[in-house]
Nanobody, 115 residues
Framework: QVQLVESGGGLVQPGGSLRLSCAASGSTFKIYNMNWYRQAPGNQRELVARITTDSSTSYADSVKGRFTISRDNAKKTVYLQLNSLKPEDTAVYYC?????????WGQGTQVTVST
């Protein structure tokens, strides 16, 4: 089992940056594909970025070129660098770990982009 704890959210002005972190417990972090999702009020949860066990990455079109996902297996942590933030990026951001049929979620961290 994996427990995930996100951090790094906050209030930022448009055009600003944040770095989200997701720290995992357990000894098998490296076997999990890791995802970042987000959910804005009234919207469905959407996949933002994914990083596989071999560090291949993919992104939603809406964040491509602005967000970067990375992982540090030694620290059991996955990161999401958010640059050039827009008001429409405002959402709760969730970390997700997937291995086979197993899927674990963190509690989420709020990102608010506003003047």
């Amino acid at each position: 089992q994996v427990q995930l704890v996100e951090s790094g959210g906050g209030l930022v002005q448009p055009g600003g940056s944040l770095r989200l972190s997701c720290a995992a417990s357990g000894s098998t972090f490296k076997i999990y594909n890791m995802n970042w999702y987000r959910q804005a009020p009234g919207n469905q949860r959407e996949l933002v970025a994914r990083i596989t066990t071999d560090s291949s990455t993919s992104y939603a079109d809406s964040v491509k070129g602005r967000f970067t996902i990375s992982r540090d297996n030694a620290k059991k942590t996955v990161y999401l660098q958010l640059n050039s933030l827009k008001p429409e990026d405002t959402a709760v951001y969730y970390c997700n770990a997937v291995y086979s049929i197993l899927s674990y979620w963190g509690q989420g961290t709020q990102v608010t982009v506003s003047t």
